[in-house]
């Protein structure tokens, strides 16, 4: 066994090596990469047969990248870049939403197709795992220009995806608006009654009740399930979540439905402290008209706004919902020395591998973004199902759905830390490995594809 861990963690090096060498300017997808070939060292241990897929599995199957061509109001042509990567079929279908914004590049796209991987994995569906994008800034189009955006990215897509083959969803600047025309466009072009090929669709489209809601209400129910473990609940506690978007304003609401405060929250322009108590309603309405955070706490007397981090607000639990690298080493010390008890990623990549380190020291709970935000995802795999079954379920159904999925993600990440690393808190190991292990199996399964 000692020689077998020894080439095993060789072939882990030599695939680092590769990583690096074949695309040496990917910063977010090594940042990945390396924390899944960190975890995975003890279950290669227990089955040294999972150690040729590791190779494999960083390499995607497919990369997609193409031409955006659309006229703007002004009848000026304009050219943007469009991606798909399709990263592991294994499971299922290529699942993953589609994220328009300028800071989309193909690092960006396959550092969120590598973590979506493990991700749908440890929801215990049958997905793969795929993302996309566009570096489009939604901000500049008028509605107009935007239904002519996505029906020109559609038209590239529709050769790429479809309801067995790839099932995108929305991502941050991606909504049921931006999903509709996008299917619209890929149902003309492939000839074919199909919404199973899109999720996060809107409901006159079959689009699933809850799916806008699932990522917020999931990274609530998964933080429920950490702060259980000890003894804790929100019930009471001051909650900051940055962002003000989609995953943020749900998971607002959840918390405060489940007895919490939200004391801070943010945006692309800055962060607001409000220690009675955000109004999630009125923030909303503020931001559906275009609005600001600070425009926000301007209405509001006890809120202050300002440019700096929503993170040093004094919290019991901190919700990361904008974007990636929001909480970096100087946020996640605030967050230590306010006596934070627990961090759960809405979003995906949020806390940087520095952060983490001081979080952990500081004995602060983690919670992954693979993990905590995989309620959207599982519900996109409950809006395939509906349209596959031609069926329309209640949102009292998927809530039921939802709550259990997140119950079995966090057992699944604290049972597998608890095994391979010997601590059930480390969630963050625990997910990596128990992903890394239904992948894995499925691939050898497959043979070498
Ligand atoms: P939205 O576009 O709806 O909201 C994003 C929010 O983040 C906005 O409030 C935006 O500000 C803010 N934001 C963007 N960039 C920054 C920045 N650099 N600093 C501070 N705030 C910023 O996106 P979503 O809510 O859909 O997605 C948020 C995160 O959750 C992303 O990481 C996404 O990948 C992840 N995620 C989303 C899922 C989904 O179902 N939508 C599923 C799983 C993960 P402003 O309002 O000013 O634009």
Not at 24 to 38: I, M, W
Not at 99 to 119: C, I, M, N, Y
Not at 162 to 178: F, I, K, L, N, Q
Not at 219 to 225: I, L, P, S
Request: aromatic share 6%.
């Amino acid at each position: 066994m000692a020689r077998a861990q020894d080439d095993d963690l060789g072939r882990l090096r030599e695939v680092w090596r590769d990583v690096l060498r074949r695309d040496p300017d990917q910063e977010l997808f090594h940042g990945v990469v390396r924390a899944v070939l960190e975890s995975i060292g003890p279950v290669l241990v227990e089955h040294p047969e999972y150690a040729e897929v590791v190779g494999r599995l960083c390499e995607p199957e497919r990369v997609i990248a193409f031409r955006v061509p659309w006229v703007d109001d002004a009848g000026t042509v304009q050219v943007n870049r469009g991606f798909r990567v399709e990263f592991n079929s294994a499971l299922g279908p290529y699942k993953g939403g589609l994220r328009f914004a300028p800071s989309v590049t193909l690092d960006v796209v396959k550092f969120l197709g590598f973590e979506q991987v493990f991700k749908n994995a440890l929801t215990g569906q049958d997905i793969g795992g795929g993302k996309g994008g566009a570096d489009v800034d939604p901000k500049q189009l008028s509605p107009g220009e935007m239904m002519r955006f996505c029906q020109s990215f559609a038209t590239e897509l529709a050769g790429h995806v479809g309801s067995s083959t790839d099932v995108p969803a929305g991502d941050m600047g991606v909504g049921p608006r931006e999903i509709g025309w996008i299917l619209g466009q890929y149902q003309r072009v492939v000839g074919l009654h199909e919404p199973g090929a899109f999720t996060g669709k809107p409901a006159a489209l079959g689009g699933s009740a809850l799916r806008p809601e699932a990522t917020g209400y999931g990274t609530v129910y998964f933080t429920q399930r950490m702060l259980a473990e000890q003894d804790r609940d929100l019930d009471g506690a001051r909650v900051v979540v940055s962002g003000s978007g989609n995953v943020a304003l749900f998971a607002m609401d959840k918390v405060i439905a489940s007895g919490g405060t939200v004391v801070g929250c943010s945006d692309s322009r800055g962060a607001v402290a409000e220690p009675d108590g955000v109004d999630v309603d009125a923030l909303r309405e503020v931001k559906d008209q275009g609005g600001s955070v600070a425009d926000y706490a301007e209405k509001r007397s006890g809120a202050t706004a300002g440019d700096g981090s929503p993170f040093t607000v004094d919290c019991d639990v901190a919700l990361p919902c904008a974007t990636q690298n929001e909480i970096g080493p100087d946020e996640a010390r605030a967050l230590v020395a306010n006596g934070c008890w627990a961090v759960a990623e809405g979003a995906n990549g949020p806390v940087t591998p520095e952060a983490l380190a001081v979080l952990r020291k500081g004995g602060v709970a983690f919670g992954p973004g693979k993990a905590a935000n995989a309620g959207g995802v599982a519900v996109s795999a409950l809006e395939m199902q509906q349209a596959a079954g031609r069926e329309r379920w209640s949102a009292e159904v998927v809530d039921e759905q939802l709550a259990a999925i997140m119950t079995d993600v966090h057992a699944r990440a604290r049972d597998a830390g608890e095994r391979y690393c010997g601590d059930p808190s480390d969630l963050e190991n625990g997910a990596n490995a128990a992903g890394f292990l239904r992948v894995a199996e499925a691939m050898t399964s497959l043979g070498v594809v």
